[in-house]
């Protein structure tokens, strides 16, 4: 039994090392070769964690090279754009100034039923809206509305409204995130000076956030 | 860049286990058969030579490699071997020849089996 608990350990090093290199993308984000990889990759694990008789390495080999070779095709997708295409392939326009493109429909072996139900997972109900409608590479549906159906925007208005700019966590469960503090031009006097404001210590603070423009935002513990 | 180098070292990481894993297999074998054919030699030619220390040689070999090995082949590959090892290293102390040319033969041919599943030959990569 305890060669299980030591092989799970190596095999979760393992697991949480080659998903690290691959990256951040999630499922939905996913190319079908990618997702494809990360099936695989389950699979390759999983075998010598139930099977003691198969040797680790026969399982580190395979996840080592198949992650290099997942990693060195994406840095060559980066650079190259013909390798990217013949390895992703192509947005197709399915809907282009409005009119359906049947023929691209048929060749993405999709029915007008699909296409409707894309549609309204993207909140649109009335096809006759849509100006354009993309099938992007990883098989989700972009869709660019006609210029009467969108909402009101201030540009629309002229009217010019001011950056807002993102509030970073100074202060989290008591704990100063010395980190987020440089990145909003904050420092220990003027963190000092804050919780002075509000009347509060580090140590009572559930929550401090704030932003370029010194905006702050505080939440004290609730005393249990 | 980055990325780049670090998935060429881990291929190559991957590559230099493999290749030195099989390396390892086929050489460590070929001294191992080596011996046991030697000493299979010295016992079918009846002259009363010593048999026993290329076997006890090939033992050694086996004895030494056996944990490497453990980490890159099947725990099934290497059972019958190291069952037939060490029942002739208990023969090496008698004279029972006619068991012991037996095993000596059986464990040539299973040598020869796990070093050939280890090449990477067309048949077995397809």
Known sequence: MLIFVFRAIIIYVMITFSMRLLGKRQIGQMQPAELVVTFLLSEIFSIPMQDVSIPLSSMIVPVLLIVSLEMLTSVISLKSIKFRQLLQGNSIILIKDGKLDQSQLKSLRMTTDDLLEELRKKDVFDISTVQYAVVETDGSLSVMLKAGETGVKNKNMDYSTKEVTMPYVIVSDGRVIENNMSLCACDRKRLDKLLRGHNADVSEVMLLTLDKDGNSFLIKKESV | ?126
Request: charged share 25%; net charge negative.
């Open chain 2, 1 to 126: 860049m980055k990325r780049l180098a670090i998935s060429l070292a881990l291929a190559l990481l991957a590559l230099s286990v493999a290749v030195y894993s099989y390396f390892d297999v086929c050489k460590s074998t070929g001294k191992m058969i080596s011996g046991l054919e030697a000493g299979l030699e010295i016992i079918e030619s009846e002259n009363g030579g010593d048999y026993q220390t290329p076997v006890s040689l090939s033992v050694g070999i086996w004895q030494n490699c056996r944990d490497r090995f453990e980490l890159y082949l099947y725990s099934e590959e290497m059972y019958d071997i190291s069952l037939n090892y060490s029942k002739i290293e208990k023969l090496l102390g008698t004279d029972d020849t006619g068991e012991l040319k037996e095993l000596l033969y059986e464990n040539i041919n299973s040598l020869r089996r796990m070093a050939d599943s280890q090449s990477p030959t067309f048949a077995k990569v397809f």
